[in-house]
């Protein structure tokens, strides 16, 4: 089993920046990838980021891509998610995820999620 717990959200106005850390705990020597995702109201879930654990290889969405970036600190167990030049359409709660054997932007593809971290922008 695999916690996980998201912070760094929060409300800015547009063109601010955030950072998103998730700590993960329990059987992280097994973790192969994590991602963030999000989910705005009314909408279905989607991928934002993810990275493999040995941070070989990241896959970011078209979206925020050039704006957000994912990186890992794998001492601390910890995933960070920098948010620059966010937008409103960024609004939405945040979460963290882990999967022990595959990596992409899918949220199929997770079997662990955090409980998520809102972010909002204002115009």
């Known amino acids: 089993q695999v916690q996980l717990v998201e912070s760094g959200g929060g409300s800015v106005q547009a063109g601010g920046s955030l950072r998103l850390s998730c700590a993960a705990s329990g059987y992280t020597y097994d973790i192969y990838c994590m991602g963030w995702f999000r989910q705005a109201p009314g909408k279905e879930r989607e991928g934002v980021a993810a990275?493999?654990?040995?941070?070989?290889?990241?896959y970011i969405a078209d979206s925020v891509k050039g704006r957000f970036t994912i990186s890992r600190d794998n001492a601390k167990n910890t995933l960070y998610l920098q948010m620059n030049s966010l937008k409103p359409e960024d609004t939405a709660m945040y979460y963290c995820?882990?999967?022990?054997?595959?990596?992409?932007?899918?949220?199929?593809?997770?079997?662990?999620w955090g409980q998520g971290t809102q972010v909002t922008i204002s115009s």
């Open positions: 990275s493999l654990y040995n941070g070989t290889r990241t």
């Open positions: 995820a882990a999967d022990m054997s595959r990596c992409s932007l899918g949220r199929a593809n997770f079997a662990y």
